[in-house]
């Protein structure tokens, strides 16, 4: 029963009631700096998401980045580790958590990773295990305490198969036990993606900066602002202070 008396029915399925009051935040998929500064000066940026190939084409030194994209956004920024042995990834974790708070450090979703993420949730440190590209994959980085899951939607379309039935499988299986873990929808194409992340109830996009851009863009939005301005000037319509 609504508030008012009113029985609207059973809630909208992908709706899911848990999640409401928490927007899905925004992430910026990318590891250039400059680029971080003019979007996230409109306030709705809440973290970053960077990866070896990201830092590779800003020919920029990773650390130094880093440093300066803790400042910039006020949200998780994830720094990935380069080593794939257990001991190598807390060495170079151990170079990361020292940059800022918001550092969350990325691992592969692999035994040695998985195990790294433990160690460091442990520490009290955020952790998002990237490379994710099955429901169970999640549900084993969950069990090791990883802050973010990044199911990668984006490759899994490109081989022909559903990336956002793999958010779906994710969502299920974190709300049937209650697992903390964000999922984070990485490797994002396109606004529908943005979308439908959203109706699944993905906590979180990383978002690359061209599609960024677009997910205000509507032509009616911009046609109806022209007619606005065009029949105010006709009319004269003034606002007096
Ligand atoms: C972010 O965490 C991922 O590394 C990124 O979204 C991968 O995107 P891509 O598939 O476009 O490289």
């Excluded at 830092?55 to 990773?62: H, L, P, S």
């Excluded at 990325?106 to 952790?127: E, F, N, R």
């Excluded at 109706?199 to 997910?215: H, M, S």
């Excluded at 046609?223 to 000037?233: H, N, V």
Aim: a neutral charge; one cysteine or more.
């Amino acid at each position: 029963m609504g508030p008012h008396g009113v029985d609207f029915g059973p809630p909208t399925p992908h709706i899911n009631q848990k999640r409401i009051g928490t927007a899905m935040k925004i992430f910026l998929d990318t590891a250039d700096v400059a680029e971080i500064r003019e979007y996230a000066a409109s306030g709705l940026v809440d973290g970053v998401t960077t990866n070896p190939s990201l830092a590779a084409k800003t020919g920029r030194d990773y650390v130094e980045s880093l440093k300066e994209i803790c400042d910039i956004v006020p949200g998780a920024v994830s720094a990935e580790v380069l080593a794939t042995d257990y001991d190598g990834m807390l060495k170079q974790a151990a170079i990361f958590t020292k940059i800022a708070k918001n550092i969350a450090v990325k691992v592969p979703l692999t035994w040695d990773g998985l195990k790294a993420c433990a160690a460091l949730s442990a520490q009290g440190h955020m952790v998002n295990v990237t490379l994710c590209f099955s429901p169970v994959q999640a549900m084993m980085a969950a069990k090791a305490g990883a802050t973010f899951i990044s199911p990668f939607i984006g490759r899994v379309d490109d081989i022909g198969e559903d990336g956002l039935g793999l958010i779906r499988d994710i969502r299920a299986i974190y709300d049937n036990y209650g697992f903390k873990t964000q999922i984070l929808a990485a490797s994002v194409r396109h606004v529908m993606h943005v979308r439908e992340a959203a109706l699944l109830g993905a906590d979180v996009a990383t978002i690359p900066t061209d599609v960024f851009k677009k997910l205000l863009g509507h032509p009616l939005t911009d046609k109806g602002l022209a007619a606005f301005i065009a029949d105010a000037k006709k009319a004269g319509v003034v606002i007096k202070g």
